[in-house]
């Protein structure tokens, strides 16, 4: 038996894969997996030899080393994956009670954008489909009622397109978790040419975008993807995106003080958004002990905002929920030593 993990694998696969003689031990395996119960001892209704004969197999790869929460119903989960390699998952819960699962999709991060815990750790390697689906599995037993999905955790997702790919279908399957495209987002800091091959996919999952600033010479400075593509680049493949999903996108600006909130910068940010049905996220900056960069201050923020009611910009101002235990947005890093 050489199995990680059965999760991501379907009824059928679960069966060659423990070599069960019937398909349907499979399926009831599947479902219990799908309830979140990760011990055979606990899949009462497979017979007591086969759980006998499972007891030495474990369905899941990874645990859980550590649970912090907050005073907003955050709750961060520390995961030790099979080769010891630590991410960070987060539950989110907003004012109306709302639950998000905000995942993890690499251990670490190669893209290095500057403003970005995440980015200080460098990449080790990306995760599989069942690590990231097993990052859910852990979630759902601090969350009772979780219905959206973000890939905002540590990592690119389009860096790691396939596994990403893979985890999103299982999550969406009917017979398992059900979670619906449009409850999925995946979050990108712009690697054009994934985002066209997320638009030839067919899979019309929410998409957000990390812009944090629409002038390429800071974006250059700040996200080096930049470099690779630019915002002429970006903004053509959002507009090839738009034509065939139809779907509003979330533009990601972190505020960072004396930065990117300028008038100047107000106007830039209006200029990009033409021709896109996009919404601009506002996130000040969420401070990280080992970068040197400051959340606006209140006044700063408003002067920002009313510049970008002038221009007529849609956007909305998002204070991250997790703050406290370091489980806000570029605030994930794991200690790879
Ligand atoms: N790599 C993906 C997903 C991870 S980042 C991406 O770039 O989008 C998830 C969100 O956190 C992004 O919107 C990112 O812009 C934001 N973010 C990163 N660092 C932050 C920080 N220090 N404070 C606030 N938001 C941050």
Redesign the pocket.
């Given at each position: 038996m050489t199995t990680k993990s059965l999760y991501g694998l379907s009824p059928a696969e679960i069966a060659s894969t423990l070599s069960l003689e019937r398909e349907y031990q499979g399926r009831q395996i599947f479902e219990w997996l799908i309830k979140g119960v990760t011990s055979f001892e606990e899949m009462t209704n497979l017979s007591k030899a086969l759980r006998k004969e499972l007891k030495e197999v474990s369905p899941i790869s990874s645990k859980v080393l550590e649970e912090q929460t907050d005073s907003t119903g955050a709750v961060k989960l520390l995961i030790e994956l099979h080769d010891g390699s630590p991410i960070e998952c987060v539950l989110l819960v907003d004012k109306e009670g709302r639950q998000t699962a905000c995942l993890s999709s690499q251990v670490g991060?190669a893209?290095g954008?500057g403003?970005?815990?995440?980015a200080t750790m460098g990449l080790r390697r990306n995760l599989e489909a069942f690590e990231i689906i097993e990052q859910y599995v852990h979630l759902l037993r601090v969350g009772d009622n979780i219905t959206h999905l973000v890939?905002?955790?540590?990592?690119?997702?389009l860096a790691n397109l396939d596994e990403v790919v893979s985890a999103i279908t299982y999550f969406h399957q009917e017979e398992g978790f059900n979670i619906g495209l449009r409850r999925i987002t995946v979050?990108?800091?712009g690697i054009a040419p994934a985002i066209e091959k997320l638009t030839k996919l067919n899979l019309p999952v929410r998409l957000?975008?990390?812009l944090?600033t629409a002038n390429d010479e800071q974006r250059n400075e700040v996200m080096p993807i930049n470099r690779s593509f630019p915002l002429k680049e970006l903004k053509r493949v959002l507009i090839d995106y738009q034509a065939v999903y139809k779907k509003r996108i979330t533009l990601?600006y972190?505020l960072l003080s004396g930065y990117n909130t300028t008038q100047e910068n107000a106007k830039e940010l209006s200029e990009f958004i033409r021709d896109l049905d996009a919404m601009v996220?506002l996130?000040?900056?969420?401070?990280?002990a080992e970068?040197h960069?400051t959340t606006p201050p209140h006044q700063e923020i408003e002067a920002f905002t009313q510049e970008l009611d002038k221009q007529k910009v849609p956007y909305t101002v998002r204070y991250?929920r997790g703050r406290e235990i370091d489980g806000?947005?570029?605030?994930l890093a794991t200690n790879l030593e």
């Open positions: 991060c893209m954008c403003f970005c815990r995440t890939f905002m955790g540590m990592g690119e997702p979050s990108t800091c957000a975008v990390s944090i990601e972190v996220n996130i000040p900056y969420n401070e990280a970068l960069w991250s806000a947005c570029g605030q």
